[in-house]
């Protein structure tokens, strides 16, 4: 067996299976059936190719060189058709006219086959070769004018088209071009040009990376599709070159026998190297794709929707370098335009929910637009196909990934064209799984905050509900506080009356005047407190007021006089070790009901020890609050010296309506609540006790050198 019925062999198989590839992919169309009747006439040649040149006896070789001509000449007559159709010409005579003189040439060939190849004769290595007739001079112009034409028309084709349909007629242009190159050799020997025909088996490459340009919308480097059809070439050139030399040398059962060995691992040898090349050829790309992977799983650790969208469009437009990326977020009407990457000229500000592109992805999914607009994809039908195309005229992405999650889809992001090259499957496939954790995490941060305003709410509620427990003991504790106040003035009235003032002696004076102040620090003290208890008041009545600069000795004085207003009369040590000048970033309503519930609860465990007989001699409730700036956080302890908690109980007091208290007791805050309102501001909180001895709250909160 020598070269060119080798590569016959190829060619042949090669082009069959291009041919089942094409029939069998859908959509179908008339652009695929003319592409997939020239690979059948290739392979034909490429039958003809191995029956000539493996021939052993003149009439044999003449009969099989005749028929791969007659093949031949109707190959570039249906590529010629094929470039039309791709092109979308409206020429149509052209074509039916080349159809018309290939026809009259085969006829012609058929009736007097003398004047087309009268006779073969050997040329180098070849027992027979073709000597031409009159007829075969028309044959080789006509063949070589259809090849021009054709590759000529697909060139400005490609000139002029954008996006797939230019990165398509490159893949076909290449192919072709080197196809058509590497076939023509055999026509050197044909006219006594001593050129061997090295080129013919690279009408294989033509045929396959053709193929993978029109059943292939997503596409890959052209330098993938060479590559795998080279490797395509070398891999079943062993496989079934091997079995037909052997079959060719009369080594029959051999030649079975190693036709099952080689043929059955090829596939699987084929994919193995062809993955190979791909990888190694697109290896940046894929190292880029999977770093997107993989960032995009620390989405779910973002709370803010706006953050990650904004993670979302960056990573995507530095890694895929679009000319824009516009993310769209849905507000319950429309999708909305949140955020731009790169140039977002022509993307409109908004997109209804019913919009066909948006209708149109909710069902599909991540979606390569430009196949819709040049026609290479269509949908179910044709009324989808007209809207989605009509719609895509006013929004220039080039690709569309919708954030879908259980039936939803909370936002959508449209891409641009890349820089020099369309998206690949495996570019939308890694889009798809980027959009399938952005929608999740972004579904759980509108969640998240849904939850933290609802629970602002409900504890604002429960602050005035509180306030207004608070009112008839706040109104006593004033009111007894006002009639010391107007007692002692009414005293000092009555000492120094106008009589008084006139008739006393300046050492009696003097006497009254002490009298009169001699309560003086306790109506200081009764007027301090009541200002601290109104100012507590105040500040608990706010209601979504934004972090601020605010003084900690400031809400631990207002938690503790709310705290003091439900426990009157309960003595206890009041112990502040921090600075005067320690202040806080955070919302001061807040964090003021953090601090009075903390001291509720402590005033409660005070209370709680001394009827429980735990506390030693004389024992003296006290508090202690400690704090100290460290970086950008103040660490602050409140530990009282109460009942504590059980052992049993620690692993419970975060625990939504968990109390050892009863209702009637505390305000309504509890830990849990405690805990998600310090969190809301940027805290930490921790809790420890030893039953019986001490509880000590432990809160981290943002410092004022958090807010720069």
Known sequence: MNYLSMSGVIIALGSALCFLMVILSRPFSILKFTWSVFSLAVAFWGFGLFKAYSSTDHASALFWLRFLNLSAISIPTFFVHFVFLFSKSSKKKEFISYYVIAFIIIILALLFPSLFIPKVSPKAEFLYYPKPGILYYFFFPFFSFLAGRGLYLLYKFYRSSSAIVAVQSKYILFGTMIGFLGGATTFFYVFNIPIYPFGVSLVVIYVVAVTYAITRHSLMDIRVAITTAGIFLVVYSVALGIPFILYNKGYYFIALCSAILFATPAPFIYGYFRKQAEDKILREERERQAVITRVSTTFADILNADDIIRSVVDIIGKTFRPMAAVFYLFDGEAYLRKEVYGQSHGYPEALPADHPLVLFLKKHGTRYLDEFRQGVVKCEDEQKTALLVKALSS???????????????????????????????????????????????????????????????????????????????????????????????????????????????????????????????????????????????????????????????????????????????????FLEDYGEDIQLWVNDAVIQDVFANAFDNSLDAIRARRKSGEQVAGYMGRIIVRAEVRSDRVWIELEDNGIGIRPENMEKVFIPLFTTKGTENGTGLGLYAMQNLVKGQGGEIALTSEYGQWTKVCLQLPGVSSCC
Request: proline fraction near 3%.
């Open 395 to 573: 929004v220039p992405a080039a690709a569309a990934v919708p954030f879908r999650r259980a039936g939803s889809m909370p936002g959508l992001l449209l891409l641009g064209e890349k820089a020099g090259r369309v998206y690949s499957d495996r570019d939308l496939e890694v889009l798809n799984d980027v959009a399938i954790n952005g929608a999740m995490a972004i579904v759980n941060a509108q969640n998240y905050e849904q939850e933290r305003k609802s629970f602002e709410e409900k504890m604002h509620d429960r602050r005035l509900k509180e306030i207004g427990l608070l009112g008839s003991a706040v109104a006593h504790q004033m009111a007894n506080r006002l009639n010391r106040i107007t007692a002692e003035l009414w005293i000092a009235q009555d000492l120094l009356d106008e009589n008084a003032l006139q008739n006393n002696s300046r050492d009696e004076l003097v006497s009254k005047i002490r009298e009169c102040f001699r309560n003086y620090p306790l109506i200081i003290r009764d007027a301090l407190s009541s200002r601290s208890i109104a100012d507590a008041l105040k500040r608990s009545s706010k209601k979504g007021a934004e972090p601020r600069v605010v003084r900690l000795r400031d809400l631990i004085q207002g938690g503790r006089a709310l705290a003091e207003v439900k426990h009157p009369g309960v003595k206890i040590e």
